[in-house]
């Protein structure tokens, strides 16, 4: 008998999952249904769980909306946000959230992330980015950095690498945020946030790919990995605290852009409205 | 064991990855066997930091009252 909340939110006949030991991908799934369930138990807070849909596309990050007990579709590669979309405009109550990956959000649906982020789409997404094409054994993907070993780039990638979070802010989201797995407790606030957010959400999770990532790039086993993400991933109110100099290198987590442009579905239904009456 | 919590082990979940060994404030947890366990020596605190990082879900606290 797993915890309460995996009782809860998981379809636990299909766990254990998949994934390889020490995968972040199971921590940042933990993290979407910890913030859930603490959204759905606030009484102030207006989430039912029968209006959340949890949409995810193609990777080793989308087997998670198997494994999540909510409405779920497992969509096509790259396209969970064009899926997504149409969930939100058939039905705009819907709290609709993505899971992808870095290589299903930012490359093969790298046009269906800016143009949702440009439309202010209402959805959330949550990219489980882990620097790797995992599923089909260790390609580099758009944010494996550059110099990095993977099996398509055997003596080093020469590509520089997306920061999603920023691409996403770039492309006219409204609201851009980084976690990560070490920071368990802020990535669920984060996470937290997004949802609660009206227009396009961003989350950029930095995952661990211990066993094609990490490996290949002799970066250790999981616990090393998560090591370097507690020394060079910094939580909001430290990062703001730090001394210019021992910034360089870390990167901040927390939200990074925010702002409230009008919402897709309103603005559409708005349109729709103004026009019956001129008729 | 400290309160009213305890500690769980799911054993044919736990993947041996070490995150939980690693990351417990008290070192209170060790691999045996590729598997998770916790120490004799009840240096538990019941804090959870392993529940909130084990990505199998393997290892997590119930609340006893209930």
Not at chain 1, 175 to 199: L, N, P, W
Not at chain 1, 207 to 222: D, E, I, Q
Request: net charge neutral; aromatic share 8%; proline share 4%.
């Amino acid at each position: 008998m797993p915890s309460e909340l995996i009782h809860r939110y998981m379809r636990i006949d299909h766990l254990p999952q998949i994934w390889c030991p020490g995968c972040g991908n199971g921590t940042i799934m933990r993290d979407v249904a910890a913030a859930i369930q603490e959204l759905i138990d606030d009484p102030e807070k207006d989430i039912n769980r029968d209006n959340i849909v949890i949409v995810s596309g193609i990777g080793c990050s989308s087997r998670a909306a198997g494994y999540l007990d909510f409405n779920s579709i497992h969509t096509t590669h790259g396209r969970a946000i064009a899926f997504a979309t149409g969930i939100k405009f058939a039905n705009p109550k819907l709290n609709v959230i993505v899971l992808t990956g870095d290589g299903d959000c930012s490359a093969i649906g790298g046009n269906h992330l800016i143009h949702a982020a440009r439309r202010n789409m209402g959805l959330t997404v949550i990219a489980f980015n882990n620097n790797i094409y995992g599923m089909t054994g260790g390609q580099y993907s758009p944010t494996t950095p550059d110099g990095d070993v993977a099996t398509t780039a055997p003596f080093g990638n020469v590509d520089r690498p997306f920061d999603i979070a920023n691409l996403a802010s770039g492309a006219g989201a409204s609201f851009s945020a980084r976690g990560d797995v070490y920071h368990v407790r802020e990535t669920i606030d984060i996470i937290k946030e997004a949802i609660q957010h009206k227009g396009f959400s961003l989350v950029d999770v930095y995952s661990v790919c211990p066993t094609y990532y990490g490996r290949k790039n002799h970066k250790g086993s999981a616990v090393d990995m998560l090591r370097w993400q507690k020394e060079n991933l910094i939580p909001t109110a430290r990062y703001y605290s730090m001394p210019e100099e021992e910034r360089a290198g870390k990167k901040l987590i927390g939200i990074l852009s925010y702002n409230d442009y009008p919402e897709y579905t309103e603005e559409y239904a708005k349109l729709v409205k103004a026009y019956r009456k001129k008729k | 064991m400290i309160g009213r919590k305890q500690l769980i082990i799911e054993d044919a979940w736990c993947k041996g990855c070490g995150i939980c060994v690693a990351f417990c404030p008290k070192q209170a947890l060790e691999l045996r066997d590729g598997k998770v366990h916790l120490k004799d020596d009840g240096q538990c605190i019941t804090c959870g930091l392993c529940e909130m990082r084990c990505p199998d879900y393997a290892i997590y606290l119930v609340n006893m009252e209930e």
